[in-house]
């Protein structure tokens, strides 16, 4: 499985970026997807996720009313729409794949099996 991840850059607060990460050599199916994202000295942290089959969406409390997490079956790509961007939402972001994922392990960055390369996110005043 590979995870390719785009849509990173620099934006000023208050704006808005949309992350994609497509992934591929799986169908994706019974599994999930998400976003975590890490900032310099800081831990691994929750963002968003989607559980591929229902659709279902789990969002982090601090990103919960600005984020949007959608999916392509199709294309096996997720989106991940940032608007009212903050300062404290600069970090590296990866996405990620989880095979056997159930609902109490979607925000533990340590049930997902594969990961992308990471995009960059810096919001500045």
């Known amino acids: 499985v590979q995870l390719q991840a785009s849509g990173g850059g620099l934006v000023q607060a208050g704006g808005s970026l949309r992350l994609s990460c497509t992934a591929s050599?799986?169908?994706?199916?019974?599994?999930?997807m998400g976003w975590f994202r890490q900032a310099p000295g800081k831990d691994r942290e929750f963002v968003a996720a989607?559980?591929?089959?229902?659709?279902?969406?789990y969002y982090a409390d601090s990103v919960k009313e600005r984020f949007i997490l959608s999916r392509d079956r199709s294309k096996l790509t997720v989106y991940l729409q940032m608007n009212s961007l903050k300062l404290e939402d600069t970090a590296v972001y990866y996405c990620?794949?989880?095979?056997?994922?159930?609902?109490?392990?979607?925000?533990?960055?340590?049930?997902?099996?594969?990961w992308g390369q990471g995009t960059q996110v810096t919001v500045s005043s």
């Open positions: 989607v559980r591929w089959n229902s659709g279902h969406l």
């Open positions: 990620a794949v989880g095979l056997r994922l159930i609902s109490s392990s979607y925000s533990r960055h340590t049930q997902y099996d594969y």
């Open positions: 050599g799986t169908t994706l199916s019974g599994a999930g």
